[in-house]
C-alpha cells in the first residue's frame, strides 16, 4: 500500500518558538494532504487541507498564523505551529488519499507528538 | 456536513470470543465510503476494513466484518474470534467519493480484550 511518512515522531519545544512537522508521501504524488490534531483520548479533527502550490484551507476555529501549511511540492506538506503556547501540545497527523481504480483510500502518516512546556 | 457517531466510549471482549462496535452516520451524499480505523497505543491509525457505499454486500476481511444498513445510515464492525492484539481504539469513519476528501471520524470506541 501507499506510504505516508511524517517527521518528527515526537517534538519537545519551549513556549513561544516554532516548530515545523513534515508529511511525505513516498511512492505516489499527493496533491492534497490533511492535517487532523488529537488530543488526549478523543477523536483526530481536521485542521486544514493542504493543496500542492496553492494555499491551504483551514477550518473553522484553526489559526491560520498560527498554524502555517506549506504544500511546496508534490510529495511534501509542512505544518508549522508558530509561536508555540503550552495549550498546543498535541498529537498531529497528516494523510493523503489515494486514487485507484474504482476506489479511494486514505493513508496516515505514523503522527506527531507535540508538547510545549 | 457530515457526522460519524459512535456511542460506546469503552468496550470489552473475552479473548476468542466475538463483539460488535456499533456506528452511525449522517450524509446527504449518495456515493461516498466508510471505515473502521485501529488505533493502538502507538497511535498509528490502520485501516481495518471499508466499504463502498453503492456495494450492498458487506465487506469482510478475515476476523472483521460488517454490517452496513445504508437506508439506516448504520455501519457496525464486528470482530471473531477476539485476540490480545485487537485491543485499541476504533474509529468509524465517513469520506466522500470523488476526488481527494477528507475523512471524518467517529469519537471512537476503546476496545479491551481479556485474556
Known amino acids: 500500500g501507499a506510504v505516508v511518512s511524517q517527521h518528527p515522531s515526537r517534538v519537545i519545544c519551549k513556549s513561544g518558538t516554532s516548530v515545523k512537522i513534515e508529511c511525505r508521501s513516498l511512492?505516489?504524488?499527493?496533491?492534497?494532504m490533511f492535517w487532523y490534531r488529537q488530543f488526549p483520548k478523543q477523536s483526530l479533527m481536521l485542521m486544514a487541507t493542504?493543496?500542492?502550490?496553492?494555499?491551504?484551507?483551514?477550518e473553522q476555529g484553526v489559526e491560520k498564523d498560527k498554524f502555517l501549511i506549506n504544500h511546496a511540492s508534490l510529495t511534501l506538506s509542512t505544518l508549522t505551529v508558530t509561536s508555540a503556547h503550552p495549550e498546543d501540545s498535541s498529537f498531529y497527523i497528516c494523510?493523503?488519499?489515494?486514487?485507484?481504480?474504482?476506489?479511494?483510500?486514505?493513508?496516515f502518516g505514523q503522527g506527531t507528538r507535540l508538547t510545549v512546556v | 456536513a457530515q457526522t460519524v457517531t459512535q456511542s460506546q466510549p469503552e468496550m470489552s471482549v473475552q479473548e476468542a470470543e466475538t463483539v460488535t462496535l456499533s456506528c452511525t452516520y449522517d450524509?446527504?451524499?449518495?456515493?461516498?465510503?466508510l471505515f473502521w480505523y485501529k488505533q493502538p497505543p502507538s497511535r498509528q491509525m490502520i485501516l481495518v476494513i471499508r466499504?463502498?457505499?453503492?456495494?450492498?454486500q458487506n465487506a469482510t476481511e478475515n476476523r472483521f466484518s460488517v454490517n452496513f444498513q445504508k437506508a439506516a445510515k448504520s455501519f457496525s464492525l464486528k470482530i471473531s474470534d477476539s485476540q490480545l492484539g485487537d485491543t485499541a481504539m476504533y474509529f468509524c469513519?465517513?469520506?466522500?467519493?470523488?476526488?481527494?476528501?477528507?475523512?471524518?471520524f467517529g469519537t471512537g470506541t476503546k476496545l479491551q480484550v481479556i485474556p
Open positions: 494523510s493523503a488519499s489515494v486514487l485507484r481504480t474504482g476506489s479511494t483510500e486514505a493513508f
Open positions: 511512492d505516489f504524488q499527493a496533491t492534497t
Open positions: 493542504s493543496n500542492e502550490g496553492s494555499k491551504a484551507t483551514y
Open positions: 450524509t446527504s451524499e449518495s456515493n461516498y465510503y
Open positions: 466499504q463502498e457505499a453503492y456495494k450492498q
Open positions: 469513519a465517513f469520506m466522500k467519493s470523488g476526488g481527494y476528501q477528507k475523512v471524518t
